[in-house]
């Protein structure tokens, strides 16, 4: 049995949040640095960002610049970190490979870890197998038992492998939360994980350990949805020799919905760049994040950075009411807007916001051909100044379409341009060609219930180039706005869209 007994009283406290750069920094990640950068500063710790970017596939330097420029925007600035450096650098994952496969190695030699050969085909049959007979789906562990000298033949002769530690095979693991005491999980329902995988790259779970552990880090606080890989992580603290560090998994940010629904972008913006864009300020965002860990003993829901850091107690915080309500927030976001600011700096945070030359220059090559006065600018123009547009139901059509054919088209354009590497015009046109070949729609009809979602008029500025300039968030938020006006998609009708979307673009 493993022990993790919080020491929350640690004299040398070092913390870090660690995002992965794979898509648009995300207000949870956001959250933890607030709370994680709170309790360093409470301890005159270290607040450590690290860049956990092993998914080759994924990750990529302009999400990890967005994630940056989005903390130091929210003034949640690190100590130590890939920008600034430090004395465990580097805090790229990707560039700290060696050290990684240096301890896969110790863990093969000890014993505590084995190559697997089976191929992907193997796997997927396996668990399709699993799922049928309702039993566990880990894995079978057919390749734990292979002698160590074959499976190094094998590896040396090039046959493919990734590298799974060992899991016991009964008993539980019991270990501690600082917000909910003891918890226990049975080593059976615990997966023979995989922790090198065939390119050479670490998984999330050995690199976390490995770097926690070199970087110092004393206290782990990060989303409750890691609370079911602290087993693999414990034993991984134990087949190394270490001392674990204090785990806190926070409440995870939950949407205003009937069913206190996980934070999704399904239903709610959950890009920090989102709110940037639609105007929220960095103070009111922070304040309201901290309005999580602590309420004012008046009942003054408005503070300050620094006043949240003296009170927080990261022990007293509840484990309910974690709910991201952006109709709160635009309440808090208006009392700084009205209290903190004279008309004279009012005016220069919406220069700095989007009525500066920089942002305007883009607007005016698009606006330019179609003004008859200086005046048309205001309408015209509106759309590319708001977080939403208004737009009405009976201009959402196609011809010869539903409203639930329409919104499945919006939808489909919505996955697809998520997964747009580069959002620009040409890629964001390549998206809408493809879709009105694919479903044999003109490209001009296609188009039209885009306009207006976009921009909330039927005919407006060029709109791939419009697209552009408004950023993947607000385009998507107004996509799914437009979706709900027409109906919205439920569950059944989700996934048989979905199944419609793969046949169509799997193969493209």
Known sequence: MLDNAPRMTSSAVRVRVAPSPTGDPHVGTAYQALFNLAFARQREGKFILRIEDTDRARSTSESEHMILDSLNWLGLGWDEGP??????????????????????????????????????????????DHREKKEFTGYDRKCREIPVDESASRAEAGEIFVVRMKIPL????????????EIRKDWASVDDQVILKSDGFPTYHLANVVDDHLMEISHVIRGEEWISSVPKHLKLYEYFGWEPPVFCHLPLLRNNDANKSKLSKRKNPTSIEYYRRAGFLPEALVNFMGMIGWTRAEGEEKFTLEQFIEHFDIESLSLGGTVFDVEKLRWLNARYIREDYDAASLLKLLQGWALGPEYLEKIVPLAQPRLETLSDWGFLTAFFFADCVPVREEDLTLKGKEPSDVAGILQMSVWRLEE?????AESIQGVLRSLSEKLDIKLRDLTRPFYVAITGSKASTPLFDSMELLGRDLVRTRLRHAIELLGGLSTKKTKALEKDYRALFTAS
Not at 170 to 181: N, S, Y
Not at 420 to 424: E, P, R
């Open 83 to 128: 920008d600034v450096g430090g004395p465990h650098a580097p805090y790229r994952q990707s560039e700290r490979l060696p050290i990684y496969r240096e301890h896969v190695d110790r863990l093969l030699a000890d014993g505590h870890a084995y190559r697997c050969f089976c191929t992907k085909e193997r796997l997927d049959a396996m668990r399709a």
């Open 170 to 181: 009964e008993g539980d693991c019991v270990m501690r939360d600082v917000l909910r005491g």
């Open 420 to 424: 747009l590497a580069s959002f620009d």
